[in-house]
C-alpha cells in the first residue's frame, strides 16, 4: 500500500534518485578487501599459468581461463574500488599532511591494477599486492595502531600488513 503511494507520488514529481557508497558515513574503512583481492589476483595468475603450460588445452580448460580471466578483471576492479574509497573518503587534511604521498601511492596503485588486470602477468599483481600493503600500513598508521607482517595462511601464501588490534 505505502509503496503504491510512493510510486504514485514519483510518477506524479519525478523525484531525483540518489545513489551513494555508503556516504552516511559509517566510518568503518579497512584496506583488508584490497590485500585480499591482490591475494586473489596472484593466486588466479598461478592457476592460469598451470593451464596455459598444458600442451593440449581443452575446450573445459579454454573455459576455465575465460572463467579465471574474468575473476582476475573483477578483482582488480575490487582493488581500485576499495582503495579509491579509503582515500576519498576517509583520507582528509591531517592525514594527508602526515603522509604527504599518499596521493602518488594511491594513483601507483591505479595504474598496477590495471596493468595486472591486462596482463596475464604473476608479478603484476606482486608488484600490486606491495603497494596495497604499504597503503594499509600508511592507513593504520593514522588510526594510531600498530602494524605486523605475516604470511597470509593459504594460496599463494604471500605477505600482508595486519593492524595489531591486542592492545
Given at each position: 500500500m505505502i509503496f503504491k503511494i510512493f510510486k504514485t507520488l514519483d510518477a506524479i514529481f519525478q523525484f531525483e534518485c540518489a545513489k551513494a557508497h555508503c556516504d552516511i558515513p559509517c566510518k568503518i574503512y579497512d584496506p583488508i578487501e584490497a590485500q585480499i583481492?591482490?591475494?586473489t589476483m596472484v593466486r588466479l595468475n598461478d592457476i592460469l599459468a598451470e593451464l596455459m603450460a598444458n600442451t593440449s588445452v581443452s575446450?573445459?580448460?579454454?573455459?576455465?581461463?575465460?572463467?579465471l580471466i574474468a575473476q582476475k578483471e573483477e578483482?582488480?576492479?575490487?582493488?581500485?574500488?576499495?582503495?579509491?574509497?579509503?582515500?576519498?573518503d576517509y583520507f582528509k587534511q591531517p592525514q594527508i599532511e602526515a603522509h604527504p604521498d599518499i596521493h602518488e601511492i594511491v594513483h601507483g596503485i591505479m595504474l598496477?591494477?590495471?596493468?595486472?588486470?591486462?596482463?596475464?602477468?604473476?608479478?603484476?599483481s606482486v608488484d600490486l599486492l606491495d603497494s596495497v600493503n604499504q597503503f594499509a600500513d600508511i592507513f593504520w598508521k593514522?588510526?594510531?595502531v600498530?602494524?605486523?607482517?605475516?604470511?597470509?595462511p593459504y594460496p599463494p601464501n604471500l605477505e600482508l600488513v595486519y593492524p595489531d588490534l591486542k592492545n
Open positions: 583481492a591482490c591475494l575446450a573445459g580448460d579454454q573455459a576455465q581461463i575465460s572463467r578483482h582488480g576492479l575490487k582493488v581500485k574500488e576499495a582503495i579509491r574509497v579509503i582515500w576519498g598496477l591494477a590495471s596493468k595486472a588486470k591486462q596482463n596475464v602477468d604473476r608479478q603484476a593514522t588510526k594510531n600498530a602494524t605486523h607482517r605475516a604470511t597470509c
